[in-house]
């Protein structure tokens, strides 16, 4: 099974809401990503999980916190966010391998859209 | 560093007819190469992967794509297609570091009667 589940499958929020958005998978993986993906682009890497510990932000702004309660699960909490952060967010998960060789399974994504 | 370039942000196709999709990688180290396939509003789903071993990487759905260390390259094809295969493909390149995935810019595949 190479499933990972995201909720909800569309969000529309106000500026000045707050929400999450959910991640799971049951696979056993100990890496857990969030991208961005805007239209006719490809995914960017916003933040990585390792070991349910952050081992990678790519500068993202503060008004998106991701949070990994255990190894199955991975939030995105969303708050104050501007129109322009209207987009298609990915989770992935992976193993942990030596040299890298981890493959990245996606879930289906959550549609935001900021009014 | 590492980067894909794929050739062709649009490719169009009869149905039945041969797929390329060309995707060429720079890496100063061994790379591990990824093929995903997008349909619209969904996520991606790994069509196919080269980490070590045998350069002709057969995948899903037909699909399979050759590593050429020579010419840096990792295109991905199929004998016939089908319409059911329209849709966004992205290669990608990690090296390790991290287990950062570099995408290529992504080429949209078009089915045509």
């Known amino acids: 099974d190479t499933e990972v589940t995201q909720t909800p499958k569309h969000l529309v929020m106000g500026m000045t809401n707050k929400k999450s958005l959910k991640c799971e998978q049951h696979m056993g993986h100990r890496a857990m990503y969030w991208y961005k993906q805007k239209a006719k682009k490809p995914p960017e890497l916003m933040f990585v999980?390792?070991?349910?510990?952050?081992?990678i932000n790519e500068s993202v702004p503060s008004r998106f916190s991701p949070e990994c309660p255990n190894s199955s699960l991975l939030n995105l909490h969303l708050h104050a966010l501007q129109p322009e952060d209207s987009a298609l967010y990915l989770c992935?998960?992976?193993?942990?391998?030596?040299?890298?060789?981890?493959?990245?399974?996606f879930g289906p994504g959550t549609r935001l859209t900021v009014l | 560093a590492q980067s894909v370039t794929q050739l062709g942000s649009h490719v169009s196709v009869s149905e039945g007819a041969l797929v390329l999709l060309r995707c060429n990688y720079s890496s100063s180290v061994p790379p591990y190469l990824f093929w995903y396939v997008q349909y619209p509003n969904q996520g991606l789903q790994l069509l196919l992967k080269y980490t070590t071993g045998a350069t002709l990487v057969k995948g899903i759905n037909g699909f399979e794509a050759e590593f050429k260390k020579s010419e840096t390259s990792f295109h991905l094809t199929k004998p016939s297609a089908h319409m059911s295969d329209a849709a966004e493909y992205f290669c990608?390149?990690?090296?390790?570091?991290?287990?950062?995935?570099?995408f290529g810019t992504g080429t949209r595949l078009q089915v045509t009667l």
């Open positions: 990608a390149v990690t090296t390790g570091t991290a287990s950062k995935l570099t």
């Open positions: 999980y390792s070991y349910e510990k952050l081992s």
């Open positions: 992935a998960s992976s193993q942990i391998l030596a040299g890298g060789q981890d493959t990245q399974y």
